[in-house]
């Protein structure tokens, strides 16, 4: 029997209406266009304002554009795995309300954080369930509210981050197809750097803590860029020379989408033309959970059935990691 391995067989993605271009940052805080494009590569971002809508709001969208797509009926979904780092509240689950909210009703549901990295660890926890033969059709989605924990006075970080979603099927494939191999990493120095200081069992929210702000993102800019850049890089390089690829191999980059410097230094490493990376950055900012799913939403079309592909995030705590996956279709 041949091998099962696990293959993305369908995409969806929704990203909100509203757009925060640098032009409209420019009259909130002390910034410019150029100077956000020049160290960012970010044009615009794209912001959930209606009132009462979540992170789930996102990730229902991104879902059933998908199921739409793929004309799926949601009862054959296994399992729904929702990468996030902005759950619309603690304790309850946003994946099992989403499940529900899409009719995923034989379905099970958890939530994977893993900051920005939050998908792609999702994208090897959902191969390993297709893997074990036990499940057939898992729905992993990448969805963050980023405006909800950002301080639009603080320049540091309001020129970074958007809202949005990307939704992708899993299911079996014995084609030699789907995910071959993943290097994913860790290291606990990255707490301090990037975090979100109250709100959670250690500082408890209190009126002193919202008065002091934090519960907005906090970014240690320099020093997550300096880690972001030889971390991505580093797993990059690695897995195509464990998997014997070169720079001709690898057809297309999907890396994370927290800035084009990271992005180049990344292929630059890998040895890559400029045509073989995906970006759309200028587009939505760092959507976080979401960023690698928009890309493949955002160029589905040019995906070939065998084209390898190499994944790349990096995120708070640290996390960080690289997987290697063949394309399974062409549309």
Known sequence: ????????????????????SNQVLETLVDTNDEW????????????????GKGT?????????????????DPKEI??????????????????????TEIGATNAFAFDLQAACSSFLYGMSTASAYIASGKYKKVLLIGADKMSSIIDYT???????????AGAVLFEPNTEGLGLQDEILKSDGIGREFLKIEAGG????????????????VFQDGKTVFKYAVSGMADVSEKIMERNN?????????????????????????MGLDESKVLINIQKYG????????LLLSDFENQLKKGDNIIFAAFGGGFTWGAIYLKWAYTK
């Open 286 to 293: 760092n959507t976080t959970s979401a960023t690698l799913p």
């Open 36 to 51: 956000i494009t020049t160290r960012t590569g970010i044009k615009e971002r794209r912001l959930l304002k209606e009132e």
């Open 201 to 216: 069992s250690i500082l408890p929210p209190s009126e002193e803590t919202v008065k002091n702000k934090q519960h907005f």
């Open 1 to 20: 029997m041949n091998k099962i391995t696990a293959a993305i067989t369908a995409i969806g993605s929704y990203v909100p209406d509203f757009v925060l």
């Open 245 to 269: 690829l070169t720079h001709d191999d690898v057809n297309w980059l999907v890396a994370h989408q927290a800035n084009r410097r990271i992005i180049d230094a990344t292929s630059n490493r």
């Open 154 to 164: 603080d320049r540091a970080t309001c020129i970074i981050f958007g809202d949005g």
């Open 78 to 99: 296994d399992l729904v795995i929702m990468a996030t780092a902005t759950p619309d509240m603690p304790v309850a689950s946003t994946g099992v309300y989403v499940a």
């Open 56 to 72: 789930s709001y996102l990730a229902i969208k991104a879902a059933q554009n998908l199921l739409e797509k793929a004309n799926l």
